[in-house]
């Protein structure tokens, strides 16, 4: 029952550790006798390698930013240059008591990791499915987040005028035709697809921000590798001004903010 392909041999070895907490090399070594329970835990592994389920779903496991969060298959794995965005907004430092909102929070990954580390902001999640704002409530446990509240709405449909001083979101932006679907068959489609060019969540949130954010308050998107040039159009088309894109490590351009 060894795996022989030398990508998932990694994975498989990271998985024994995390799970069996034995060293999977040591293991071939000794070849000791292993408990039913381990063997079970081996074959649901391969099992699900073999469907080419990503180890983050396996493991219930994903590292982002500088935490490990809890997924599955209700939400997206958090992806490395989503990191990018936390970092900026990090970075940004905001009034004490300021208010943000992760529009389509998913895992919780953006906004408990800007939470965690600015215990003086109040963060907001939001999120229309009921299963991606459980993942998020478990995260918001398990990594023990104070300032972080969920609320099932629409988008920015259900809040005040101005109430937003930062509104961030990675929005589905992958079009229903894009062949890249097919690689990513485990993830939830609601939280990737997002009409026919994949733009349309930019178009829809960029005009609720208007309403809800802040005079001066910042508009922060996530978006594809050839999506900045449209989002700037749908932003200037919108009023917001100080308009710019930051790069991701690869030299993508990948997410693109303004003012209102
Ligand atoms: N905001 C979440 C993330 O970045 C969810 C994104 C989504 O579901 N499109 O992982």
């Not at 180890?55 to 240059?81: K, T």
């Not at 009034?95 to 895992?107: F, T």
């Not at 446990?141 to 449909?157: A, C, G, H």
Request: charged share 25%.
């Amino acid at each position: 029952m060894w795996p022989n392909d030398e990508c998932i041999l990694e994975e498989f070895n990271f998985f024994i550790k995390e799970k069996l907490g034995k060293d999977a090399i040591a293991i071939f070594i000794d070849n000791p006798i292993l408990s039913n329970k381990d063997i079970k835990e081996i074959e649901y592994f391969l099992n699900q390698k073999g469907k080419g389920v990503p180890i983050d779903y396996i493991l219930n496991e994903s590292s982002f930013y500088r935490d490990s969060f809890y997924v599955d298959n209700r939400v997206l794995i958090p992806r490395p240059e989503t990191e990018i965005l936390v970092d900026f907004i990090n970075n940004l430092k905001l009034k004490p008591e300021s208010k943000i909102i992760d529009a389509g929070v998913g895992s919780g990954c953006i906004g408990i990791s800007i939470a965690k580390y600015n215990p003086d902001l109040n963060v907001y999640g939001a999120d229309y499915s009921y299963d991606a704002l459980t993942v998020a409530q478990i995260n918001k446990k398990k990594l023990r987040v104070e300032n972080f509240y969920l609320i099932n709405t629409n988008w920015l449909n259900s809040f005040n005028k101005k109430t937003f001083d930062l509104i961030v979101s990675n929005p589905p932006y992958i079009s229903k035709s894009d062949p890249h679907l097919e690689d990513l068959k485990h993830e939830p489609y609601d939280a990737l697809v997002s009409g026919t060019e994949g733009l349309e969540n930019f178009k829809l949130i960029t005009n609720q921000a208007l309403e809800v954010l802040k005079d001066d308050g910042l508009l922060c998107f996530e978006h594809g590798y050839d999506q900045s040039e449209s989002i700037k159009e749908i932003m200037m088309m919108n009023n917001f001004k100080d308009i710019r894109t930051i790069f991701d490590n690869q030299s993508l351009p990948r997410i693109t903010l303004g003012k209102i």
